[in-house]
């Protein structure tokens, strides 16, 4: 395991609501360490649990037995955007970062004892590349090798279809994608993972806007598209579009905030510590 | 503007000319999102700029190959000057020297070669005239049409320069000088510049055919009369009747049957080179009249310059290409 594929710590916002026992906070009454509320042995009939102060203490002269709140485990999923902008190569291979993401999640939900998952879309969800959510890190790590050479096409319309592929109930579902699609398109695909708690990983590179050159003719083509343009370099125009995306990153965080998810910028390569210390944040 | 091409299926080749519209021949730099990109007209001016160097220069190259040339035009002009037809004499005497011996001392200059000299001269001054050149021997000799390339009437006067034939036979010469005038619009003076050191007899014939033709061509005669020392000028009268006739003395009859033509005439009778050099300041001086002509333009390749054309384009290309930036 690399450095880039360190496991970190997550925590959720809200309980989860899960039936299986695992390690998050969950909505489930069990076999837990947190006390919650006392219920009679009718209702819960656990005799090892019976708390005989309080059966005392109870005016109807019932037993009363201790009820815990049970750890949940939760679902994870990777949902990657893997359009033709994703496969853009600057400081750092876009594609290779998701893989390592994949690899770091799955590794840390794998020692929450959580089941991980991937779902990759470009115009529609790559089934061949889909992974329902199981414990299975071989399976994951092979999926992760094939990232790297998948031949990207261009298309980011499958993140409306995702959610077919997710749980019912609530999961948490990392979604990283350069959301370099227009707004409405992206509020469309929030709005179908309203359901899940989405952390959105804006997935940048600093050779898109910072690492131009100063002077001189550029031609950019579009990954997408195919569509050509020159550039005229100089200063100036550099400092339009870094302001560009300086405004594009607002935009971003002001939609994902609108929906309740606060957004990780990723720019210089996948770094465990950031998610970590973003969680670190968001409990905070 | 009349283009021609040499080789017109070559013009095909202008479809290339679509090429730099299409791609700029820029290294594509990959790049995740054009939309976020700021709209910035420099940059589009100056993509469209090249593109159009490069259809320029695909044109200019393809145009140099299809040999493209101006065709041959003629251009309407008016001027002044006259249409101007030498008549040389290209008998053996005019070899001679004014002195009437062969030039061999430094210095001297043959008969011939004083009105070539001036001629030439002449011509350098006239700038808008046609000339045509006869000459005329035993028989007369067609040497060069009405033209205003000077060039060819310059090399025609020269060539009188070869070794001088036989015997003078002015009435055919005449009416050869005549005919130059045929078919050509009456327009500026017409004059025959009759250039000769001796004369001889117009039988009645050939006279009567020559008094038509003078009237019908409007044409006014000059005669320089590049008389040899000693010889009979065309003015004497000579001292004994008896030799009053044609045949003692052929200049002045010929020079009494011009006047009795009813046309501008005007003899010269020229000892020295400098009397000769008169007749031709008085041609150059009197006959100036509006003369209305076409000029013509010979073809002119223009591959050279499309070639050099494109070699512009190509550089400037070549100075796009230096500036392109590496990511």
């Known amino acids: 395991m690399s450095a880039h594929t360190q496991p970190f710590q997550y925590r959720l916002p809200r309980p989860v609501v899960g039936v299986f026992p695992g390690a998050h906070p969950g909505q489930m009454v069990g076999n837990g360490q947190l006390f919650k509320r006392h219920d009679t042995l009718i209702a819960r009939p656990d005799p090892r649990r019976i708390d005989l102060r309080a059966s005392l203490l109870d005016p109807f002269g019932n037993y009363q037995v201790r009820v815990q709140q049970q750890h949940s485990a939760v679902d994870v999923f990777l949902l990657a955007d893997l359009s033709a902008s994703m496969g853009f190569v600057g400081n750092h291979d876009k594609r290779r970062v998701v893989a390592d993401m994949l690899l770091s999640i799955a590794a840390s939900a794998l020692e929450y004892g959580d089941n991980v998952g991937f779902i990759a879309c470009n115009q529609q969800v790559l089934t061949d590349c889909y992974l329902p959510a199981g414990k299975h890190m071989g399976r994951i790590q092979a999926l992760a090798k094939r990232l790297e050479q998948l031949a990207s096409q261009p298309g980011a319309t499958g993140l409306l279809q995702a959610q077919r592929y997710l749980p019912n109930h609530r999961a948490l579902v990392f979604l990283v994608s350069d959301f370099h699609v227009p707004l409405p398109q992206l509020q469309a695909v929030l709005q179908r993972l309203s359901r899940h708690d989405v952390i959105p990983l804006v997935l940048w590179d600093q050779a898109e806007y910072s690492r131009l050159p100063n002077w001189g003719l550029f031609q950019v083509q579009d990954l997408e598209t195919g569509k050509r343009r020159t550039l005229w370099l100089r200063p100036s125009l550099k400092r339009k579009i870094e302001q560009a995306f300086a405004q594009r990153h607002s935009q971003l965080q002001h939609h994902f905030r609108a929906f309740g998810c606060e957004p990780l910028f990723i720019e210089n390569g996948y770094r465990s510590e950031q998610l970590a210390q973003y969680f670190l944040k968001r409990a905070g | ?327």
Not at chain 2, 21 to 46: C, E, H, K, M, T
Not at chain 2, 93 to 122: H, I, W
Not at chain 2, 157 to 170: E, R, S
Not at chain 2, 182 to 192: A, E, H, L, N
């Open chain 2, 1 to 327: 503007m009349n283009l021609g091409l040499e080789y017109p299926w070559v013009l095909a080749g202008l479809l290339l000319c679509l090429l730099p519209i299409f791609r700029l021949g820029a290294v594509a730099n990959p790049y995740p999102w054009q939309a976020i990109l700021p709209p910035d007209p420099l940059s589009q001016a100056i993509s469209g700029l090249i593109r159009l160097l490069g259809v320029l220069a695909i044109g200019g190259l393809t145009l140099g190959l299809a040999g493209a040339y101006l065709q041959e035009q003629q251009v309407e002009r008016i001027g002044h000057g006259a249409h101007i037809v030498m008549l040389l004499d290209r008998s053996n005497s005019m070899d001679n020297t004014f002195a009437g011996k062969a030039p061999d001392a430094q210095g001297e200059e043959s008969k011939a070669n004083a009105a070539r000299r001036l001629l030439n001269q002449f011509v350098d001054h006239r700038q808008h005239d046609l000339i045509g050149v006869a000459e005329y021997s035993t028989s007369p000799l067609f040497v060069l049409p009405l033209t205003e390339n000077k060039a060819a009437i310059h090399a025609a006067i020269d060539a009188t320069a070869l070794p001088a034939l036989a015997y003078t036979n002015v009435s055919k010469g005449l009416s050869m000088a005549l005919e130059f005038f045929d078919s050509r619009p009456v327009t500026g003076s017409r004059i025959v510049l009759l250039v000769s050191d001796g004369a001889a007899v117009i039988d009645p014939d050939s006279e009567a055919a020559l008094r038509e033709l003078f009237k019908q061509r409007q044409v006014s005669l000059y005669w320089v009369f590049l008389r040899t020392a000693n010889s009979p000028g065309l003015f004497e009268i000579p001292d004994d009747p008896r030799d009053d006739n044609a045949q003692a003395m052929p200049e002045r009859y010929l020079h009494l049957f011009f006047n009795s033509l009813h046309i501008p005439y005007k003899a010269y009778e020229a000892e020295t080179p400098g009397a000769l050099q008169q007749a031709v300041d008085d041609i150059n001086r009197l006959e100036n009249r509006p003369l209305h002509y076409f000029e013509r333009i010979p073809k002119q390749d223009l591959s050279t310059r499309c070639y050099a054309f494109a070699a512009v384009m190509l550089l400037l290309l070549l100075g796009v290409k230096l500036c392109e930036a590496r990511p």
